[in-house]
């Protein structure tokens, strides 16, 4: 039950998603980085990326990337108490198929 995300160093996700697997730009800059189980948020300075690890062993990821230009709105639900622990956050964009993304933290 919720309240599982943690934070995780930015200069070291930069390296991996440069390296390991590389998805970012050779200029691009991870400015905030969570993790929740085994998915993570990226928030570079180009973009907003959601890493899927699917699978049970995890070897298929799905990288979903959102350019900044393409957010128009957001919303944010701090956590509550008891059993609700998660902080949701809520985008909005103008990106087919995409007009609302929701994620827990």
Same mark, same amino acid.
């Given at each position: 039950?919720? +309240?599982? !995300?943690?934070?995780?160093?930015?200069?070291? =996700?930069?390296?991996?998603? &440069?390296?390991?697997?590389? %998805?970012?730009? *050779?200029?691009?800059?991870? +400015?905030? !980085?969570?993790?929740?189980?085994?998915?993570? =948020?990226?928030?570079?300075? &180009?973009?907003?990326?959601? %890493?899927?690890? *699917?699978?049970?062993?995890?070897?298929?990821?799905?990288?979903?990337?959102l350019p900044w230009r393409s957010i128009s709105g957001f919303s944010?639900?701090?956590?509550?108490?008891?059993?609700?622990?998660?902080t949701d956050m809520k985008l909005y964009t103008n990106i087919l198929?995409?007009?609302?993304?929701?994620?827990?933290?």
């Amino acid at each position: 039950i919720g +309240d599982n !995300a943690r934070q995780l160093q930015p200069r070291e =996700v930069d390296i991996r998603l &440069k390296t390991e697997t590389p %998805v970012l730009l *050779q200029e691009e800059k991870v +400015d905030l !980085a969570f993790k929740a189980g085994r998915d993570s =948020v990226v928030f570079s300075d &180009k973009r907003l990326m959601v %890493v899927d690890v *699917q699978g049970i062993l995890g070897k298929k990821i799905q990288f979903l990337s959102l350019p900044w230009r393409s957010i128009s709105g957001f919303s944010v639900e701090t956590a509550g108490a008891y059993f609700d622990r998660d902080t949701d956050m809520k985008l909005y964009t103008n990106i087919l198929g995409y007009g609302m993304l929701r994620q827990d933290f």
